[in-house]
T-cell receptor, first 112, second 112 residues
Framework: GEDVEQSLFLSVREGDSSVINCTYT??????LYWYKQEPGAGLQLLTY?????DMKQDQRLTVLLNKKDKHLSLRIADTQTGDSAIYFC????????????FGDGTTLTVKP | DAMVIQNPRYQVTQFGKPVTLSCSQT?????MYWYQQKSSQAPKLLFH???????NEADTPDNFQSRRPNTSFCFLDIRSPGLGDAAMYLC???????????FGQGTRLTVV
């Protein structure tokens, strides 16, 4: 079945770059997503990448996809304390964007 | 403006007492989803509605039911809540062919 793995914790200093990694098993994944969840809140879609792309940049966010290794990463440049949250990687093989398999999330802590 | 609205934000129910969680959307999306997220875990898809068609995930317990009376509203019914059903319940919507899903703020359910 589908499986999405993430490291559980990441701690960085304010102003540094953060890199959150994710691996997935389903080679038929069509879309790969990054969501942000702040304490007690729902999920906020940050960015997504289509499986035929290898990079996508959106302001401070850069997504890299290595389809051969089934590895996805999210780089946050100039990380701020407001970026502290849980980041979920998710994959979908379905055109229904919400029908996704999620990783367990990476808790990002940004220290001043 | 809130686009996917979940009510209530916090719900306390007694063991075995039926409870209903509510979700509404102003996006006119044709697909609506319910996810269960237990503490420090990945959101897990329970079921989704594709228009009026109900799609249950294979491992969703029978204790969980859903209703979608119209495009805007979707309900999650838990017939006999157990202690293990305490979780955050997330509603999401998407539109066929679009790559984005939109999540509500979630309802945190406590079972006493």
């Amino acid at each position: 079945g589908e499986d999405v793995e993430q490291s559980l914790f990441l701690s960085v200093r304010e102003g540094d770059s953060s890199v959150i990694n994710c691996t997935y098993t389903d080679s038929s994944s069509t879309y790969l997503y990054w969501y942000k969840q702040e304490p007690g809140a729902g999920l906020q879609l940050l960015t997504y990448i289509f499986s035929n792309m290898d990079m996508k940049q959106d302001q401070r966010l850069t997504v890299l996809l290595n389809k051969k290794d089934k590895h996805l990463s999210l780089r946050i440049a100039d990380t701020q304390t407001g970026d502290s949250a849980i980041y979920f990687c998710a994959e979908s093989i379905d055109t229904n964007a919400g029908k996704s398999t999620f990783g367990d999330g990476t808790t990002l802590t940004v220290k001043p | 403006d809130a686009m996917v609205i979940q009510n209530p934000r916090y719900q306390v129910t007694q063991f075995g007492k039926p409870v209903t969680l509510s979700c509404s959307q102003t996006l006119n999306h044709n697909v609506m989803y319910w996810y269960q997220q237990k503490s420090s875990q990945a959101p897990k898809l329970l079921f989704h509605y594709y228009d009026k068609d109900f799609n249950n995930e294979a491992d969703t317990p029978d204790n969980f039911q859903s209703r979608r009376p119209n495009t805007s509203f979707c309900f999650l019914d838990i017939r006999s809540p157990g202690l293990g059903d305490a979780a955050m319940y997330l509603c999401a919507t998407s539109s066929t062919g679009r790559t984005e899903a939109f999540f509500g703020q979630g309802t945190r359910l406590t079972v006493v």
